[in-house]
């Protein structure tokens, strides 16, 4: 038996949550520490995985698959494909960077300090524990091939993440200590709720599809390739009216991770409430696992009813981008505003799924990963000028760039690649998603282009009200420019912006066989242009002598 | 010699990251190695200028593939550099025009603490605005097209302490913006019909697709332009720009990146030949900017927003002519390049002056500076000349020609446009006579500042006036070399197509035209600045003068029909979404599980047993079933 690599890329970080749980109260430094090795060494296995993986081999590799719950069918059983791979690697790659980023967010306040020596409840351990938990259950996620696996992980991801988002805030609360404290508790509850109500109604689903193999199969299962392999023998063939059912249930558990409109509320006051580093775990980390599901398991296991779905879903994501862009537009929180224009890029690659078109779906995995490292870069940088000043507020900024001109600056490009520039990585996989939604459905494409423009309003709106004009007072003016640890989280994460926006190759390569296992699983094959220009592969395409260009002769 | 395109984008690429990533280290020699970075970029240009003249027409074009850049299923796009005729004009003059700006600012941004990193930006420019013009490909084109609006972007707000410059920049990076959504939906739309969006393939098979799809990818790629050219109704950003340093606009805003809506249209000339309502579209918009353009520089007390109106204008006449098609092309781009000395040689006099008159940009304050500037007088003079059109200077003969083409057009079309183009040369030498009467004749106007410091007018420092020298010489002459045996049409005429149309009035009729247009303008401007005193203080004017000192009520257009409703949306928006899509969602979950109830409740502090109370139920439940099913 092979060495169960998968496995082992999440059981590390689950260890490392262990052990640095068990750090001593007064041994704050080597708890961060050992938080920090540990997910250096979960990212070294992710490498690992991406170097093992081979993009023209099998669809699923590096599987495992071990009896279970028997009487239930249910295996652990995993498998990368390369979209999981991808993702795996992305959440492997973005954890030491929120640890980096959150050293100092969960010590004791000054002052506190005596008291917490000797008591049990140790934050700063608790804090960096529970996002290692975190990590090792999304990696679970991201690589289960069995349904009932990928449930229990999805579900309870949801313990650690609560208790991130409720017991760690921003140090000082406009509203003050203890309504902050109230406002954190409450952003925690409704994220739990809205995600416990989604997995609920998944879960019935998640029934449903076991009653369904067991009736037709003569034994129940949860495993991916088995259901694929008897639906296309034709020993599964689940009625339109159930699939459908089956469908929206899993459906409403993503769309709300996701998140999709209307079911997005949660979000805003999530990021909101939560420290940086906490934030950027929920929207680039653990929402990926809702559109990533979407790809893996909607389309996977009910494709007919995926496509029944399409001018719904398509309908929403599209509300998502516009919506979520003017409501950012109009955010006087900075946290919030980025929240916002997050739910606006989760339009993006809930449009690109459903466009199912290599260009689309390719593009929706690529910006779930572009996504990720581009907010990562925006949001860190928002916290640590919000650790600065104290205060979430648009208001209480401007001319930051006068007496912090690298903070600004890091700040611009990580606001630059939110918007897309071409030459940053999410200028690739935005294109890929508006191609790919305007070959199948031009209307659809046009209105998600709008999105283009009201992503540079919202953030060179942030950009100017924050960073430019006239320094806007004596707290500002004493703004300490990035320190040493700071800039060392950001630019890893500005410069791999910069380098797969101009060499994303070695991504879409991992990716694009995926895509095209996917598209089948769903029948779709893309759009062909009305009047294809070269028969030749472009490979071997030599361009024509200029005397051919504007003759409008074709050869 | 393939391999050296890249290279041309090398250079200042690397000028730009090692000066914005270089830290304060560089401060002291940052800008010379922009500069000689510049430099470089145009030596190369050079050599494979001169090597391309040692082949004929036909075969001049090379051809550089440098990596697959997004290779997925049915969708390739390629990092590849094409330099042909068309292309190589550009490099030559973005490079050249280019070097001699970064040299001027050596001088002009002396005293400027972030000198480095304007450098470093100014670098940055001519890398995106080389890939712009030597992409093979759209979509690389693109990237060229927004590098350049980052660009542009970064040195508008320079000054970014300045509340009205920071603006300016956010407005010219969003007005563009909507133009490059145009050109995004333009390449969508030639993937879905061609597959391709590199410019041989589509090009070549432009008339295989229906001209309804043209009709649709020419009038995007017309947006495009519009923006990027400040073309009506995309217009309205340039007169801010002019926030940014000087040798900002005279290289960016007047010189290369602004021209680059003609160098779309003329490079898709394939497209616009084959889809004759998209060309009605672009002559239309040329035309009415150039008006536009025209009558705002009458009415602008700035010098540079006067010369910013201006720019608009001239464009106008490019985008006209690149409207008119294979007649109209080759002239085009000649009165690009032509505009591109004059125009910069204008604005870095204009530059030059600031620089003597404590960065006072009213003309009504200057007067009489011919004696204190002779060299900025001399080369803005030449400058002038050049593009009011004077007979045997550089504009004369670009703008001639393009007036001629308008009226080759033929039908009324022809008539109508030729005549607007003519009315245009009136009023170019009417305000460009008012703007040089006001600075450089008359009385000294300038007075003491509230401090009491008065301008002590000077000649700026070589560094600064031989740039300005270089340009003068390319304002008197470039024309004449380019006329002389059609050399500049037979140079393009392998890229661009050339032919020369039937015009009802002949060459000398034309000419004879400008010329009586170009009399009355000065004429004109000359009773009313030259033959008066000039207020200190603008009178109030007439209701078109205050609306073009209002620039023709564009912000009010934009604001009233955007800005405010814009932002009453979003706000209605931001309460909507707290109030209604939130309390919808909770209260729609209430009626099935008693969320808003556990809601309300979560603030009596039994939150967290909630929670893990709730999570153990779905435990128990997964239980239960499963053991149903079990049984």
């Known amino acids: 038996m092979s060495f169960p690599l998968l496995t082992t890329t999440a059981v590390v970080p689950a260890l490392g949550a262990i052990a640095t749980a068990a750090v001593p109260a007064a041994r704050r430094t080597a708890a961060k520490w050992l938080a920090f090795l540990f997910s250096l060494a979960t990212l070294g296995l992710a490498a690992a995985v991406l170097i093992r993986f081979d993009p023209d081999g099998a669809r699923y590799q590096l599987t495992e698959s071990h009896a279970w719950i028997a009487d239930f069918g249910v295996r652990y059983e995993l498998g990368a494909d390369g979209i999981g791979a991808v993702m795996i690697a992305l959440t492997a790659l973005l954890i030491p960077f929120i640890i980096g980023a959150g050293w100092n967010d969960a010590d004791p306040a000054p002052g506190e300090e005596e008291e917490t020596e000797n008591k049990r409840w140790r934050p700063t351990q608790g804090f960096f524990a529970l996002i290692l938990a975190v990590e090792a259950m999304v990696i679970i996620s991201f690589a289960a091939t069995d349904v009932f696996v990928f449930y229990i992980f999805f579900e309870a991801m949801l313990i650690p993440m609560y208790f991130l988002i409720g017991g760690f805030g921003d140090r000082a609360h406009a509203a003050g200590e203890a309504e902050g404290a109230k406002q954190r508790s409450y952003a925690a509850v409704k994220f739990l709720l809205y995600n416990l109500v989604g997995g609920l109604i998944m879960l019935a689903a998640v029934i449903g599809l076991f009653a369904v193999t067991s009736d037709q199969l003569g034994e129940g299962t949860f495993s991916l390739q088995e259901i694929a392999r008897a639906r296309a023998s034709g020993e599964l063939d689940i009625a339109t009216s159930t699939e459908r059912l089956l469908f929206l249930g899993f459906f409403f558990a993503f769309a709300v991770k996701a998140p999709l409109w209307p079911l997005h509320t949660w979000l805003p006051n999530a990021m909101g409430e939560s420290t940086a580093p906490v934030a950027v775990l929920i929207t680039a980390v653990v929402d990926k696992v809702g559109t990533f599901a979407m790809l893996r398991f909607c389309l996977g296991l009910f494709p007919g009813a995926s496509d029944w779905a399409t001018p719904v879903v398509i309908a929403l994501a599209l509300v998502s981008i516009v919506y979520g862009a003017l409501l950012a537009v109009g955010q006087r929180d900075i946290k919030r505003l980025i929240a916002y224009a997050s739910i606006s890029h989760f339009g993006f690659i809930v449009l690109g799924v459903f466009a199912m078109t290599s260009q689309g779906q390719g593009g929706a995995t690529l910006y779930m990963v572009f996504h990720g490292i581009s907010t990562a870069a925006l949001m860190l940088v928002a916290g640590f000028l919000i650790s600065r000043r104290g205060s979430r507020l648009i208001a209480d900024y401007g001319g930051v760039q006068k007496v912090a001109p690298v903070l600004a600056g890091t700040f611009l490009v990580g606001g630059l690649a939110t918007l897309s520039l071409p030459g940053l990585a999410p200028f690739i996989s935005e294109f890929l998603v508006l191609v790919g939604t305007y070959s199948r459905y031009p209307a659809a494409g046009i209105v998600a282009t709008a999105g283009i423009v009201l992503a540079a309003l919202y953030v060179l709106l942030l950009y100017q009200r924050t960073m430019t004009g006239p320094v806007k007072d004596e707290q500002v003016r004493r703004l300490p420019d990035l320190r040493v640890r700071e800039l060392a989280v950001v630019a890893p994460l500005i410069a791999l912006l910069v380098f797969l926006g101009v060499f994303p190759k070695p991504l879409t390569e991992m990716v694009d066989p995926a895509v095209e296992h996917t598209l089948s699983d769903v029948q779709k094959k893309d759009p062909k242009p009305q009047h294809p220009t070269a028969e030749q592969g472009w490979f071997d395409y030599k361009p024509a002598a200029p005397a051919e260009h504007g003759g409008g002769e074709h050869e | ?631």
């Open chain 2, 1 to 631: 010699m393939e391999s050296l395109i890249g290279l041309l984008v090398g250079a200042p690429l690397l000028g730009a990251a090692v000066l914005l990533c270089g830290g304060r280290r560089l401060d002291r020699a940052g800008h010379w190695l922009a500069s000689v970075l510049a430099g470089a970029s145009f030596v190369l240009g050079a050599v494979l200028f001169f090597d391309m003249l040692g082949k004929d027409g036909e075969h001049r074009a090379l051809h550089s593939h440098l990596y697959s850049w997004v290779p997925v299923e049915g969708f390739q796009a390629d990092v590849a550099f094409q330099l042909d005729q068309l292309s190589m004009t550009f490099v030559l003059l973005i490079t050249g025009v280019g070097t001699l700006i970064h040299i001027y600012s050596i001088g002009y941004m002396e005293h400027d603490e972030r000198r480095r990193r304007f450098f470093g930006f100014l670098n940055l420019f001519l890398a995106a605005m080389l890939l712009l013009v030597l992409a093979d490909n759209f979509l690389l084109l693109y990237v060229g097209w927004e590098g350049v609006g980052l660009a542009s972007y970064l040195l508008i707000g320079f000054w970014q302490h300045k509340p009205s410059a920071a603006a300016a920049a956010k407005k010219a990076f969003l007005v563009n913006r909507v133009g490059d959504a145009g050109l995004a939906i333009a390449i969508f739309l030639m993937f879905t019909t061609f597959g391709t969006f590199a410019f041989a393939p589509v090009l070549s098979s432009a008339t295989d697709a229906s001209e309804g799809k043209l009709t649709a990818i020419g009038l995007m790629l017309l947006l495009a332009a519009c923006g990027k050219s400040a073309q009506v109704p995309l217009q309205s950003w340039l007169g801010d720009a002019m926030e940014g340093p000087t040798p900002v606009s005279a290289l960016i805003h007047a010189a290369t990146m602004v021209t680059a809506g003609v160098y779309l249209i003329t490079r898709s000339g394939a497209i616009f030949n084959a889809a004759p309502d998209a060309q009605t579209a672009v002559v239309v918009v040329g035309a009415v900017t150039l008006i536009f353009g025209a009558i705002v520089g009458c009415a602008k007390d700035d010098i540079k927003k006067a010369l910013a109106g201006s720019t608009m204008s001239q464009i106008g006449y490019m985008i006209l002519a690149a409207g008119l098609g294979p007649i109209g092309y080759a002239f085009a781009i000649m009165h690009l390049v032509t505009h591109g000395f004059f125009k910069a040689g204008l604005f870095l006099g204009a530059g030059s002056v600031m620089h003597g008159m404590n960065d006072e940009v009213d003309m009504r304050k200057y007067g009489g500076l011919r004696k204190y500037m002779p060299v900025t007088f001399v080369t803005f003079g030449l400058g002038y000349l050049a593009i009011i059109g004077f007979p045997g200077l550089s504009g004369f003969f670009s703008k001639d020609q393009i007036i001629e083409a308008a009226f080759a057009k033929g039908g009324t079309q022809g008539w109508i446009l030729g005549t607007v183009a003519l009315i245009g040369a009136a009023i170019t030498a009417y305000y460009m006579t008012r703007v040089m009467v006001l600075t450089f004749f008359g009385e000294k106007r300038w007075e003491p500042d509230e401090n009491g410091n008065e301008p002590h007018p000077h000649e700026s420092p070589s560094v600064m006036t031989i740039p300005m020298i270089v340009l003068a010489f390319g304002s008197v002459f470039a024309g004449g070399l380019f006329k002389a045996g059609d050399s500049f049409v037979h140079w393009l005429e392998p890229v661009t197509q050339h032919s020369h149309g039937d015009s009802p009035v002949s060459a000398a009729t034309v000419t004879t035209g400008t010329v009586v247009a170009l009399l009355l303008g000065v004429g004109a401007a000359w009773l009313q600045y030259g033959r008066r005193p000039v207020p200190r203080t603008a009178p109030r004017g007439s209701l078109l003068t205050r609306a073009a000192r209002r620039d023709l009520l564009q912000d009010d257009v934009n604001h009233a029909a955007f800005v405010t409703g814009g932002s009453y949306l979003t706000r209605s928006l931001v309460y909507v979404d707290h109030k209604l899509v939130d309390g919808l969602v909770n209260g729609t979950a209430a009626t099935f599980g008693g969320l808003s109830g556990r809601l309300r409740r979560l603030q009596n502090g039994f939150a967290r047993s909630y929670a893990v109370s709730m999570f153990g139920g779905a435990a128990v439940l997964i239980a239960a079933t499963l053991l149903m099913r079990a049984v």
